[in-house]
């Protein structure tokens, strides 16, 4: 019987639901962690995974989970030093291919977009795409049955102006490392489960692992933006470092162009 579900602090409730309603999508395609596990959560925001994951290991783990915006990283500290029993370590910094310091769009209505690859400049197109990816989850019953009767292009409307919130963004400047120099300084000698999800730097953070600590991972699962352009190069790295991997995107998830990749050592 695994442990009750933690109540998280949070930054906006609606997105703690929302992402605990993602959890369980990690956990298929052959992902499984067992007692003991050490698991990395790259891109943790306030730590809903990592929650879920200690909730079914009933706290029997060790969790290393990374966010480098400093509301979000402030919130899963809180909650480490909460709920975690000194299990979950919280890095105020995020992954890439090398140490940098990169600036970070935050939206605080939405935090769970706030990413290195979002601005100004682009946050229209998001707005859109995340415009679609919702009102997808509507017509699939996401809101209940009343909802999926609402024709679609007034969906659309309703939800585009509710995402005009995307507009305010604050900008903060991160630190980013390599996730071997990571490990090196952690000591950390195996990762049962990589879970990687930051809104667009996926690939980044698969270049920062060294070939020495490739064996070291047993399983990831990283869910990839821009899906069209930068599936086929996620699943090649896997694929040439010895994993099984398999893929999934749901109708959401098409409309939002994001997709999982799943690997684990065969």
Same mark, same amino acid.
């Given at each position: 019987?695994?442990?009750?579900?933690?109540?998280?602090?949070?930054?906006?409730?609606?997105?703690?639901?929302?992402?605990?309603?993602?959890?369980?999508?990690?956990?298929?395609?052959?992902?499984?962690?067992?007692?003991?596990?050490?698991?990395?959560?790259?891109?943790?925001?306030?730590?809903?995974?990592?929650?879920?994951?200690?909730?079914?290991?009933?706290?029997?783990?060790?969790?290393?989970?990374?966010?480098?915006?400093?509301?979000?990283?402030?919130?899963?500290?809180?909650?480490?030093?909460?709920?975690?029993?000194?299990?979950?370590?919280?890095?105020?910094?995020?992954?890439?291919?090398?140490?940098?310091?990169?600036?970070?769009?935050?939206?605080?209505?939405?935090?769970?977009?706030?990413?290195?690859?979002?601005?100004?400049?682009?946050?229209?197109?998001?707005?859109?795409?995340?415009?679609?990816?919702?009102?997808?989850?509507?017509?699939?019953?996401?809101?209940?049955?009343?909802?999926?009767?609402?024709?679609?292009?007034?969906?659309?409307?309703?939800?585009?102006?509710?995402?005009? /919130?995307?507009?305010? +963004?604050? #900008? @903060?400047?991160? %630190? !980013?490392?390599?996730?071997?120099?990571?490990?090196?300084?952690? *000591?950390?000698?195996?990762?049962?489960?990589?879970?990687?999800?930051?809104?667009?730097?996926?690939?980044?953070?698969?270049?920062?692992?060294?070939?020495?600590?490739?064996?070291?991972?047993?399983?990831?699962?990283?869910?990839?933006?821009?899906?069209?352009?930068?599936?086929?190069? /996620?699943?090649?790295? +896997?694929? #040439? @470092?010895?994993? %099984? !991997?398999?893929?999934?995107?749901?109708?959401?998830?098409?409309? *939002?162009?994001?997709?999982?990749?799943?690997?684990?050592?065969?």
């Amino acid at each position: 019987m695994a442990m009750r579900a933690i109540d998280l602090h949070s930054i906006n409730r609606w997105e703690a639901s929302f992402l605990r309603e993602e959890v369980d999508g990690y956990f298929t395609h052959g992902i499984e962690c067992t007692p003991g596990a050490t698991v990395l959560d790259v891109g943790a925001n306030i730590g809903v995974f990592s929650a879920a994951v200690y909730e079914r290991l009933d706290g029997d783990v060790r969790i290393y989970a990374f966010e480098p915006m400093p509301p979000l990283h402030a919130t899963l500290e809180r909650n480490a030093r909460e709920f975690f029993n000194g299990r979950l370590t919280a890095l105020p910094y995020g992954l890439a291919s090398r140490d940098d310091e990169l600036d970070f769009s935050y939206i605080p209505a939405a935090t769970i977009f706030s990413s290195s690859s979002r601005d100004q400049g682009n946050i229209e197109d998001e707005r859109r795409r995340v415009t679609a990816s919702v009102v997808e989850g509507i017509r699939q019953g996401g809101l209940g049955p009343a909802l999926r009767r609402v024709p679609a292009s007034i969906l659309t409307f309703l939800i585009g102006r509710k995402l005009r /919130v995307l507009r305010q +963004l604050e #900008t @903060h400047r991160v %630190k !980013v490392r390599p996730l071997s120099s990571v490990l090196d300084e952690q *000591g950390i000698d195996h990762i049962d489960l990589l879970k990687v999800d930051v809104e667009g730097a996926e690939l980044e953070v698969l270049r920062g692992i060294e070939e020495r600590h490739w064996p070291l991972v047993r399983q990831a699962v990283v869910e990839v933006e821009g899906w069209q352009q930068n599936r086929d190069t /996620v699943c090649e790295v +896997l694929l #040439t @470092h010895g994993f %099984k !991997v398999s893929t999934e995107q749901n109708s959401v998830q098409r409309a *939002g162009d994001i997709g999982m990749v799943f690997a684990v050592r065969p």
